[in-house]
């Protein structure tokens, strides 16, 4: 069985242009998948019945499905999707009240970064998502909401290192970015990096580029590379410069995410040498209060060490932001996101494509 959702989508064109059928059908096909969001060929309704029992041998609507769905009660949602393989990874969707609704979304099955505070490289990486199962998330996010809503932002900060799985990511938000797909705009899409340089540059030369956002959370080698090891081959410096050239390449300011690890990486120092280091740049730091994982021995900065932290920065003239948490009760927070291991959880009722798997509502 063939995934439906595999971009280019050369497959099911060829299949289609083979069976010499117009290519109209391929664009209805995809109004049903994007727009009308069908679950089955059999919705499909304005394509010819024995077609659709055609199309329902050989390929699948959503090679994915959800295994559990979670609510938080800042009405946060939660999916952990299982993939044909039976590999699990898990992506999220945030309400804010400025009317955003924005698919957070996983590039692996783990990761193979290491950082020491987050959950998704825990048990390492399993493997890369394809661009069809990349898409395939944004199409259940999408499910998530009523008929007349759409995504409007798209996050790429859920498991997995993105630049590290470029060839796949880069077509799926160019389906995100498509009309007749979500139709999200370039500048809605944020994809953030632990810092690799090549990719950075790879990201600069795309002809509509997306927001950058990088991961430094330390202002010394040193130290970074404790909480991130996979920056020991990467210094800072190559990482700030490949980041300046993003910026001068596409006019896209960059924005440097800091997790504030209690006492870790969140004293004065560290705040006063961040801004020495950032000084001159057109940039906007993310602060980002560390999420606790369970089994993990960090915890995140008080309330009163992240506004420290802030003021030693913005009287350095550095433009900070504090990211507000969501999803925690759920764990869908900002590096909460895990691979699940041992059971597989109950199939959800309605087999491959269905969205209905049970709701649990979990509090705070
Ligand atoms: N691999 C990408 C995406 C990671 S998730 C990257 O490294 O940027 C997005 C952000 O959440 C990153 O800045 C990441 O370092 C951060 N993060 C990881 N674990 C966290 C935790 N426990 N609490 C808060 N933020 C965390």
Known sequence: MHPLIDPPNELLAEWLAARGLPAFRLRQIRRWMFQRRADSFEAMTDLPASLRRELAEQFAVLSSRVARHEQADDRTEKLLLQLADAEQVECVLLRDDRGHRTACVSTQVGCGMGCVFCASGLSGLARNLSAGEIVEQLLHLERLLPHDERLTHVVVMGMGEPLANLDALLPALAVACDREGPGISVRRITISTVGLPAGIRRLAGLPSPYQLAVSLHAPDDELRTRLLPAARTIGLRAVLEAADDYFARTGRQVTYEYVLVAGVNDRPGHAE????????????????????????????????????FQDGLERAGVRVQVRRRKGGGISGACGQLRRERGNPPVPAAGGAASTEAGQSSAGP
């Open 273 to 308: 040498r961040l801004a020495g280091l950032l000084q001159g740049r057109c940039v906007l730091v993310n602060l980002i209060p560390l999420n606790p994982v369970p089994g993990l021995p960090y915890r995140g900065s008080s309330a009163a060490a992240v506004r420290r």
